[in-house]
Structures are given as structure tokens and as C-alpha cells.
């Protein structure tokens, strides 16, 4: 058994992360969040030590890491903003835990390199949470695609989810502090499915509450992505969603669809599993698509093309 401490535990997705901890028979013992509407905790143990400070959390794990080699702190979960990840990776490293990061692992691919170097100070690791790699349907997809004798697809993929009012007012509709959207899902998918990807000449630009949109060209793929973040308004543009009402994730390559709006309940503790296995998601299979974001949102922007996307004149 190992013990977790989870940083950022009062957020939308930590509630995936304690049952990962809970599910993979491990056991939480302090946890860290400047909101104190953490109940939740209740419902995986009452045993935690849970701070409102960072800096009384770092020290509460450092008083751990010098104590008896059972009482101190194996991993830490990271699951705070995610301008916060980085520094929150660090802090799990310094008192020596290996962290487990949810996605994106950081905002800017430089801080990969600092991150990456402290791993090789401290002997621990840095892993991150890319849960679609562990869906059933698309790890069948990546087989069948690695089998492939074509060196190029046709891909669409749509990635809809909902959120309500409260994401515009939260950090994450802040793009300073979030530089989130489905990028940091779908392109990590892609490359999973053995689809290389690659910055093309320019990209289509939706409106900031909407993640980057546009054309990727891809040395094996020719991709015509398209990820709102926003509820969908009217009937869905393609496919029926077997999860959330208004969410839609789907993949078609070649023509061909696959759905995947189901099956999200336990991926977070497939990842846990792997990850305490020893065969996890590090910083190496973080960077190339965190590259890849960061240099979307360096691209030429042109005006969003209704035309050629018209989910775009369906989420305004």
C-alpha cells in the first residue's frame, strides 16, 4: 500500500483521482486546496490531514518524508490549475514522491526541460494522466491503425463537451492560467493512434471559450479536427452520444466512426494502475503534444470557417 496526498482536491477532477487512489487499494493521507468545500473526502476516508495552505501542506510532507519510511508520502496527485502544475510537480519531488499529473502536465513546453532535470536530481518521476490512450476502443483503433499498410488517413475528430457558465468564471475560462481545451485530449489521441502529427501553414481560430481549431497536416494524416468546449445547441452534428447528454466524442477515419462518449468512469484508475505498474505516461510522451499546442497558439490565425466546420455556427 502506498500513501497519497492529492494537491488541488476541492477541483472538477479530483474526485477521479481519489477513487483511482482508493480502487488500486493505496490510501490518502493528506490533501491541500484554498477552497474548504471538500466533503467529499468523506466518501473515500476520514483519516487525511487536509490544509487550506500550500505551504503548510509542503510542510506537513516534509515532516512526513523525515519520519518512518511507512508514514511518508509515495505519490502526489496533482490535480490544480493547471498553471499550478508545474510548481506543484516540483514541490512533490522535493520531498521526494513521484507526482501524478493530471493533463496538460504543463502549459509550456520549456518547463518540460526544468521538470525533466529535477526528476534526474531526485531519482523520482513525473507522470501524467492521458486517459484515452487507455480506452478500449481506442486502443483497438491504435492497433488497427499500427497495421495499416496506408501511410495516410482521412480524420475527423469531434470532441463536444459540455460545461456550464461557471467554466467562463472559473480559472479555467481564464486562457492565462488554463491554455486549455480538447487540444490537450485530442492530439495526444492522435498520436496515439499512430497518427504523427505536425504543425501545418496556418489554423482557424474559434473564439477563446472555444478551444484552437483548424487544419493539422500530419505526415501520416490529414486531420480536419474540430473541439468545442461549449454545449452543443440543437441537435448533434453527427452520431448520438452514449454519455453525457450534450457531450460528443467521436473519431471517423477513412469514413469510418467510432464512438467513444461511453466508458470514461474507471479510465482515470486504469492510468493509476499502469502508472503504479511502472508503465505510465512521463514526460516524454507529455511534450510532443504540449509542443504542438503551444505552437497552434503561436500560429497564423485566419477567420473561423463556417463553411468547412459548420459545428461553428452551432456554438457561438
Given at each position: 500500500m502506498k500513501n497519497f496526498a492529492v494537491a488541488g482536491v476541492g477541483g472538477f477532477i479530483a474526485p477521479r483521482h481519489l477513487k483511482a487512489i482508493r480502487d488500486t487499494g493505496n490510501r490518502?493521507?493528506?490533501?491541500?486546496?484554498?477552497?474548504?468545500?471538500?466533503?467529499?473526502?468523506?466518501?473515500?476516508?476520514?483519516?487525511?490531514?487536509?490544509?487550506?495552505?500550500?505551504?503548510?501542506?509542503?510542510?506537513?510532507?516534509?515532516?512526513?518524508?523525515?519520519?518512518?519510511?511507512?508514514?511518508?508520502?509515495?505519490?502526489?496527485?496533482?490535480?490544480?490549475?493547471?498553471?499550478?502544475?508545474?510548481?506543484?510537480?516540483?514541490?512533490?519531488?522535493?520531498?521526494?514522491?513521484d507526482v501524478i499529473c493530471e493533463k496538460p502536465l504543463v502549459i509550456n513546453p520549456w518547463n518540460l526541460d526544468a521538470l525533466g532535470e529535477l526528476e534526474q536530481e531526485t531519482g523520482q518521476r513525473i507522470w501524467t494522466v492521458l486517459q484515452l490512450r487507455a480506452h478500449d476502443?481506442?486502443?483497438?483503433l491504435r492497433e488497427q491503425l499500427a497495421s495499416s499498410p496506408s501511410t495516410k488517413h482521412d480524420v475527423v475528430l469531434t470532441y463536444v463537451t459540455a460545461r456550464g457558465n461557471w467554466y467562463d468564471v472559473s480559472w479555467k475560462g481564464q486562457l492565462e492560467k488554463s491554455r486549455r481545451g480538447?487540444?490537450?485530449?485530442?492530439?495526444?489521441?492522435?498520436?496515439?493512434?499512430?497518427?504523427?502529427?505536425?504543425?501545418?501553414?496556418?489554423?482557424?481560430?474559434?473564439?477563446?471559450?472555444?478551444?484552437?481549431?483548424?487544419?493539422?497536416?500530419?505526415?501520416?494524416?490529414?486531420?480536419?479536427p474540430l473541439v468545442p468546449l461549449?454545449?452543443?445547441?440543437?441537435?448533434?452534428?453527427?452520431?448520438?452520444?452514449?454519455?453525457?447528454?450534450?457531450d460528443l466524442r467521436s473519431i471517423t477515419v477513412d469514413?469510418?466512426?467510432?464512438?467513444?462518449?461511453?466508458?470514461?468512469?474507471?479510465?482515470?484508475?486504469?492510468?493509476?494502475?499502469?502508472?503504479l505498474a511502472g508503465r505510465g505516461f512521463g514526460i516524454a510522451d507529455a511534450r510532443p503534444s504540449?509542443?504542438?499546442?503551444?505552437?497552434?497558439?503561436?500560429?497564423?490565425?485566419?477567420?473561423?470557417?463556417?463553411e468547412a466546420h459548420p459545428l461553428l455556427a452551432k456554438n457561438p
Open positions: 490518502l493521507v493528506a490533501a491541500v486546496d484554498p477552497k474548504d468545500s471538500v466533503g467529499v473526502l468523506d466518501q473515500y476516508t476520514f483519516d487525511v490531514r487536509f490544509f487550506t495552505e500550500i505551504e503548510r501542506f509542503d510542510r506537513y510532507l516534509e515532516r512526513l518524508r523525515r519520519g518512518p519510511e511507512e508514514g511518508r508520502v509515495h505519490y502526489l496527485s496533482v490535480c490544480s490549475p493547471n498553471y499550478l502544475h508545474d510548481a506543484h510537480c516540483r514541490l512533490g519531488l522535493r520531498v521526494k514522491a476502443k481506442l486502443l483497438a480538447a487540444d490537450e485530449h485530442r492530439h495526444p489521441l492522435l498520436r496515439h493512434a499512430h497518427l504523427d502529427v505536425r504543425l501545418g501553414d496556418g489554423r482557424t481560430c474559434a473564439p477563446e471559450r472555444r478551444a484552437s481549431d483548424g487544419r493539422v497536416h500530419r505526415a501520416r494524416t490529414c486531420a480536419r461549449r454545449r452543443r445547441e440543437g441537435p448533434p452534428v453527427s452520431g448520438t452520444a452514449t454519455g453525457e447528454e450534450d469514413g469510418t466512426e467510432i464512438e467513444f462518449s461511453d466508458g470514461f468512469t474507471d479510465l482515470h484508475t486504469r492510468v493509476y494502475e499502469w502508472t504540449i509542443q504542438l499546442v503551444y505552437d497552434l497558439r503561436r500560429a497564423p490565425v485566419t477567420a473561423a470557417t463556417t
